[in-house]
């Protein structure tokens, strides 16, 4: 059982950024391919950016390219969402989600193929 908490989350004006983090407990996220999401009120859940357990296998929505970078840090059970160039539209409450990974290049881009999410943490973006 993985145990997953996010935080960073906050209010930040537009072109600003922030560094989400995303903290496991239970198990070693080391053979945990992660991934970010993030759910707009009224919307459904979105793809954000994923990795592989090695870190060196990285995928990124359209919405994010050029502007987000996931890494980890599985030595200290972590994983990162650092947002820059921030803009209204990506208000919403981000979710990590971690997979059991037996590759070193999987990742995984769709919400039902993630086993473990966290309570998510809320990023509003002023005009």
């Known amino acids: 059982q993985v145990q997953l908490v996010e935080s960073g989350g906050g209010l930040v004006q537009a072109g600003g950024s922030l560094r989400l983090s995303c903290a496991a407990s239970?198990?070693?996220?080391?053979?945990?391919?992660m991934g970010w999401f993030r759910q707009a009120p009224g919307k459904e859940r979105e793809f954000v950016a994923a990795i592989s357990w090695s870190g060196a296998y990285t995928y990124y929505a359209d919405s994010g390219k050029g502007r987000f970078t996931i890494s980890r840090d599985n030595a200290k059970n972590t994983v990162y969402l650092q947002m820059n160039s921030l803009k209204p539209e990506d208000t919403a409450v981000y979710y990590c989600a971690a997979v059991r990974s037996y590759s070193l290049s999987y990742y995984a881009v769709s919400t039902n193929e993630y086993d473990y999410w966290g309570q998510g943490t809320q990023v509003t973006v002023s005009s």
């Open positions: 239970g198990r070693t996220l080391s053979t945990y391919a």
